[in-house]
């Protein structure tokens, strides 16, 4: 093959797979006149600005910056996820064909994706708090045999702590009025007050 060969070649595969070129369609998007690829293009870039806030965010070091940052990010998603309810009825209009119209609707679908992948500050807060802090409510928990038992071992363990703390505070008593009548010097102190079991 000579060289112009190999060129005419690439140029057809060029061609070819030029719609799944990302740059070369948001531009093609951005100068179009339908609204779908607009709001489309914008949206995408949103997510891209998004990214890069979050990148910066990690190489953060002042801590309140970086809850600012996330801040923003988390009114950035809102925004975008606002969008996609029009974004999908723009899907749906004005498309050429079904499989136009499926690949719209699974754009729509990846792009609420993305927008819901992008970190944001809170997911890593309920991640170290475990779920407990921003979960649902349980109203599912049964209590069954089990449960009744476990209470009651924690009643008795709770009770017996309970014990344990008044017999030491009885022993304490007990040593410190020892200590009261055993040395004469400590009974001008009146104003001592003992522990009461």
Not at 67 to 94: F, Y
Not at 125 to 145: Q, V, Y
């Amino acid at each position: 093959m000579s060289l112009i060969d190999i060129l005419f070649r690439v140029d057809q595969i060029c061609k070819k797979y030029e719609k799944y070129d990302i740059d070369k369609q948001r531009q093609l998007n951005a100068n179009s006149d339908d609204p779908f690829a607009r709001l489309d293009c914008s949206i995408e870039s949103g997510i891209d600005a998004a990214s890069y806030k979050t990148e910066a965010i990690a190489m953060e070091r002042d801590r309140a910056k970086a809850v600012a940052m996330n801040a923003e990010i988390r009114r950035t998603k809102a925004r975008l996820m606002e969008e996609m309810p029009k974004l999908q009825k723009l899907a749906c209009k004005k498309v050429l064909s079904k499989e136009d119209m499926e690949t719209r609707n699974e754009i729509v679908f990846a792009l609420a994706d993305r927008i819901k992948a992008i970190p944001d500050g809170a997911t890593a807060a309920a991640a170290k708090t475990s779920g407990w802090g921003a979960s649902e409510p349980r109203t599912k928990i049964k209590f069954d045999m089990e449960s009744r038992q476990f209470r009651q071992g924690y009643e008795m363990r709770k009770a017996k702590q309970v014990d344990k703390a008044t017999s030491n505070l009885k022993k304490t008593n007990v040593r410190l009025k020892e200590n009261l009548h055993q040395y004469p010097g400590l009974k001008q102190l009146r104003n001592i007050s003992l522990l009461e079991a």
